[in-house]
């Protein structure tokens, strides 16, 4: 099976430099073109199950990717929840607080702890182990990327050295108990 896992297109939040996690945010019209370049990328891919984060910008992404598939919600691969930062200028932090958030989550903001958004997006990816697809289309975030990247490959990257622009599709394969990266494609 191979899972192609794509990272929402641009949205206001992005453009605006504000936290979001589960807030919702519309895609910009530069997140529908992200959009449009990731559907050319997947054109090829004959998909038999597409899945999309319950939130917005990632099922306004799967609409213009995937507009001939019915797309079933999951809030297992909604981003981090990052409590009350939702909604707040992510320049308001300073480099330090930014730093334990990234170690260990936003439990002590109401959000999530790294290891509950782990446990979910695992959860996730078990559930895809026990079905039987050829092709499968997940539209989420960052975070669900990362979590996912760093699962197969057994570490974790810094954010600083991982490159996932909006609409980055990374492809994972699963075969016999393994999980393997296929590819890790940056739309724009």
């Known amino acids: 099976m191979k899972v192609y896992i ?4 641009e949205s206001e939040t992005n453009v605006k430099g504000i936290w979001a996690g589960w807030l919702d945010a519309n895609l910009t019209e530069q997140g529908k073109e992200d959009a449009k370049l990731a559907k050319e990328v997947l054109s090829g891919v004959k998909f038999d199950k597409v899945y999309s984060s319950d939130l917005k910008r990632a099922m306004q992404t799967a609409s213009i990717c995937a507009p001939d598939y019915e797309v079933e919600t999951s809030a297992l691969i909604r981003e981090i929840n990052v409590g009350t930062l939702a909604g707040k200028e992510s320049n308001s932090l300073s480099e330090e607080d930014k730093k334990v958030y990234s170690e260990f989550g936003y439990k002590s903001v109401g959000g999530e702890s790294l290891d509950e958004f782990n446990e979910r997006v695992l959860n996730f990816k078990s559930m895809l182990e026990g079905k ?23 570490t974790t990257i810094p954010i600083k050295n991982f490159c996932c622009k909006n609409c980055t599709v990374i492809v994972f394969e699963f075969d016999n108990s393994n999980w393997k990266l296929h590819s890790l494609i940056n739309v724009k």
């Open 132 to 154: 039987n697809y050829q092709n499968v289309a997940v539209f989420a975030h960052a975070g669900v990327l990362r979590r996912f990247l760093y699962s197969v490959l057994e």
């Open 6 to 9: 794509i990272r929402h297109g």
